[in-house]
């Protein structure tokens, strides 16, 4: 069963930042075709933050996080990381990390593209 992990949450003062990580079960990240991190807020909808083809490298932002927030990789860590710069009260949400292993074109920001999901983990940021 695969499962993915998500660490790194917290809460920090509006102008912070925070890192969040995504482990995987599986040997490797490339066992993915494509991975994303996900927000839930409550009263919103789930909105795509930002997602990477891995074996590609091309990225998908929301534009209410581009020039914030960076996805990245780490293969040998089997590892995928969310930086994120100059938070906002707005971006307080559960984050989620997902994953597909079936090779196609995919709309990143797209829940329904992803297989796989993390239990989540907490941002809140404060004014």
């Known amino acids: 069963q695969v499962q993915l992990v998500e660490s790194g949450g917290g809460s920090v003062q509006a102008g912070g930042s925070l890192t969040l990580s995504c482990t995987t079960s599986?040997?490797?990240?490339?066992?993915?075709?494509?991975m994303g991190w996900f927000r839930h807020a409550p009263g919103k909808e789930r909105e795509g933050v930002a997602g990477?083809?891995?074996?590609?490298?091309?990225?998908y932002y929301a534009d209410s996080v581009k020039g914030r927030f960076t996805i990245s990789q780490d293969n040998a860590k089997n590892t995928l990381y969310l930086q994120m710069n100059s938070l906002k009260p707005e971006d307080t949400a559960m984050y989620y990390c997902a994953a597909d292993p079936l090779p196609r074109t995919a709309v990143l920001g797209n829940p329904a593209e992803y297989r796989y999901w993390g239990q989540g983990t907490q941002v809140t940021v404060s004014s």
């Open positions: 599986r040997d490797s990240l490339r066992t993915y075709y494509i």
């Open positions: 990477i083809y891995i074996g590609g490298g091309r990225t």
